[in-house]
């Protein structure tokens, strides 16, 4: 699953001078409202592929081979369409939706996986992280959150750290036996909610890129690459709340 977001290679300054060179040459420009629509777009598509493979999960004599191709399918799928977007912006317009659709195959089985263990808890997930994004745009829009320079360097610092600190965990699990990162131990939660407050700050840089994009007068397929960036970062937090609620329910 892509846990990229606007602090690493999809949203930053390079893809802003890129696009502004290229806003020089065209009439149709980004709107924050264009942006929105592509955003709820892309969480259709996202919600329908879900479906597909939660419903097949339901109703398979053996739901966990039933659905393994088709989360790993997406799980493959999602990773290439997101690194096509992210080199190449302009593919966003086409890489986006496909991206959108293979990560909702792989989160619709994975998802049905983790409900069969702790009934609920995906609902739980859902809710908390659109509340999450909601909550998010609110402080944003009001003010009382300023994405400053200070705070972007914050966060993507932080979103770095995460990153680096996963990849070791999870070379160091293929020789040796790490359990504390998927236990329900105090280091464990702590570590889990880091990470969602983490991937909750990163919504404050997506929405100051798209705001920043239509204020420059970006392409308009700009507006496909801000909503990109949105859904990268929705889906890192609802998987990290489903890890997060996973461990709290094994408590």
């Not at 986006?96 to 996986?113: D, K, R």
């Not at 983790?114 to 999450?132: H, K, Y």
Request: glycine fraction near 8%; aromatic fraction near 12%; hydrophobic fraction near 55%.
């Amino acid at each position: 699953m892509s846990l990229f977001n606007s602090s690493s290679p999809a949203l930053n300054d390079k893809v802003f001078e890129a696009a502004r060179s290229a806003s020089l040459t065209t009439d149709s420009v980004m709107t924050v409202r264009g942006a929105i629509h592509k955003t709820l777009l892309l969480l259709l598509l996202a919600v329908l592929g879900a479906s597909y493979t939660w419903q097949m999960f339901a109703s398979a004599a053996n739901p966990t081979a039933a659905v393994t191709p088709y989360m790993v399918g997406g799980l493959v799928g999602g990773l290439v369409f997101s690194l096509i977007a992210i080199f190449r912006p302009r593919s966003s317009t086409w890489a986006a939706p496909l991206y959108a659709v293979c990560e909702g195959l792989c989160l619709g089985a994975l998802s049905a996986m983790f409900d069969a263990q702790t009934n609920g808890i995906v609902l739980q997930a859902v809710g908390l992280s659109v509340g999450v994004l909601f909550l998010m745009l609110v402080l944003y829009r009001t003010g009382a959150i300023k994405v400053t320079d200070k705070l972007r360097g914050g966060i993507i610092i932080a979103t770095g750290a995460i990153a680096l600190f996963s990849v070791v965990t999870w070379i160091v699990g293929m020789f040796t036996s790490v359990t504390f990162m998927y236990d329900a131990s105090p280091l464990s939660i702590g570590i889990s909610v880091f990470v969602v407050i983490i991937a909750a700050l990163n919504f404050l840089m997506d929405f100051d890129f798209i705001d920043r994009g239509a204020q420059m007068s970006l392409p308009k397929y700009m507006e496909w690459y801000g909503a990109f960036g949105l859904m990268l970062t929705l889906v890192w937090l609802y998987l990290e709340m489903l890890r997060l609620l996973s461990k709290l329910n094994k408590r």
